[in-house]
Structures are given as structure tokens and as C-alpha cells.
């Protein structure tokens, strides 16, 4: 479980200072955290959760659209199925925490609401939606080339 105080991901991640650390200018270096998190659900949906990292966000709704457009997503019933511009700023206490106090530009792309099989012994393979995580790793790959200028 996640403490403020020096929890299990700062030990993990070892973002803190000291010897074996991330250094600063290792933080400084990372523009942008981009944390998947919950998917593979039929018909997830994603919020932005940070203004900082807005821009991106709205990169991935562009993208969701034009796929859609294009015909390229499967069983996608309409052009903004999964990226929405409603808004929910601050964020769920996750893997990326110790990395936002550090400063670092996060996108927290969490399904919500959370898959009914979470933390249940039903979350197996069985319970993934291939076209769902078709669809994203498509719209993923898509922001990814956009976000390295490929």
C-alpha cells in the first residue's frame, strides 16, 4: 500500500536522493511519464487528470477520432469511444506518484471505472477484450510516432 512517507514506490523506483538514486537531471531528462494502467476491459474509458500534460491528452482524442475516420479500429461504435475531455485533476495514488512530487509531466491513462474482474481471481487473459486492446495498441502506437516526430 502507498504512504506519503517514503512508500514501497520510492523504494521501487528509487526516486529519492542518495547513492543508487535517480538523480535530478535524470528526472529533468523524462518529459513525460505515460502510465497504462487497467487496460484490456470492453469499452474503457480514460479522463485527463492532469492540466500539465492536457495537450497530450487531447493528442489522443485527435488520434482516436482520425482512427476511427479512417475505419483502422475494430467493433468502435462511435468516433469518441475512450478518450474524453471531461476532466478529473488530481489522480489516483499509483506507480507515478513519486515521479509528479519530483516534477515530472505524467499521463495517467487508468480505466475507469475499474474492471469489474480487478484484484479478483476472474483477472486472468480470458477476461482481456482483443479488440479493445487492438484499438489502443493502435491509438498508443499512433501517439507514440506523433510524440517522437516519426
Same mark, same amino acid.
Given at each position: ?9 520510492e ?7 542518495g ?7 535524470? =528526472? /529533468?531528462?523524462? *518529459?513525460?511519464?505515460v #502510465?497504462?494502467d487497467?487496460?484490456g476491459?470492453?469499452q474503457? $474509458? ?26 483502422? =479500429? /475494430?467493433?468502435? *461504435?462511435?468516433?469518441? #469511444?475512450?478518450?474524453?475531455?471531461e476532466?478529473?485533476?488530481? $489522480?489516483?495514488?499509483?506507480d ?5 512530487r ?16 480487478w484484484h ?8 482481456l477484450?482483443?479488440?479493445?486492446v487492438?484499438?489502443? $495498441?493502435?491509438?498508443?502506437a ?9
Open positions: 500500500m502507498y504512504t506519503e512517507s517514503r512508500g514501497p514506490f523504494k521501487i523506483y528509487r526516486v529519492d536522493e547513492e543508487g538514486r535517480i538523480s535530478a537531471s535524470h =528526472l /529533468q531528462a523524462i *518529459s513525460l511519464f #502510465l497504462l487497467l487496460l476491459a470492453p474503457p $474509458s480514460f479522463q485527463n487528470h492532469f492540466l500539465a500534460t492536457s495537450g497530450w491528452f487531447e493528442r489522443l482524442i485527435s488520434i482516436e477520432k482520425r482512427l476511427h475516420r479512417l475505419g483502422l =479500429l /475494430q467493433s468502435h *461504435s462511435r468516433e469518441q #469511444l475512450y478518450f474524453h475531455r476532466s478529473i485533476y488530481g $489522480s489516483v495514488e499509483d507515478h506518484a513519486p515521479f509528479l519530483k516534477g515530472v509531466p505524467v499521463l495517467h491513462l487508468i480505466a475507469t471505472p475499474f474492471p469489474r474482474v479478483t481471481p476472474e483477472d486472468t487473459e480470458a477476461n477484450d482483443p479488440p479493445t487492438e484499438n489502443l $495498441s493502435k491509438i498508443l499512433a501517439f507514440l510516432a506523433e510524440y517522437l516526430g516519426l
